[in-house]
């Protein structure tokens, strides 16, 4: 197997779960999906000590470890073998992954030709089936 290249350490920041609207829990018609209040006295926008807290940019992970995989790859999916050509260059980046809509017969030629290519496959063993079960 490939290994990928030397990378910084992956931070996780342990903060805020999930940004929640405001009101959310109190009113059925406003939904969860995070709005940025604009009321003139509302004491979320105005972050008063207690109410809950507004994305900032503080939030954010490192610029370089952001979307990385626990491996050290970053994902990048595909649907045919065409696209696997892409990663030839960049296999010690990028780690392929075959897409949900893609058929377990397409799924076999994907992973042989990755094989070939030195390419890992993130979801390589979906929808594969031994040949004990036919």
Known sequence: MVAPLKHTKIVKKHGQKKFVRFQ???????KESWRKPRGIDNRVRRRFKGNRPMPKIGYGSNKKTRHMLPNGFFKFTVHNVKE????LMHNRKYTAE??????????????DRAAQLDVRVTNANA????????
Do not use: F, P, Y
């Not at 959310?24 to 406003?30: E, F, G, L, N, P």
């Not at 075959?98 to 992973?111: C, M, W, Y």
């Open 84 to 87: 696997l050509e892409l990663l």
């Open 98 to 111: 075959i897409a949900h809509n893609v058929s377990a017969r397409n799924r076999k030629t994907i992973v």
């Open 24 to 30: 959310s829990d109190t009113k059925i018609a406003v």
């Open 127 to 134: 929808r594969l089936r031994s040949e004990e079960a036919e």
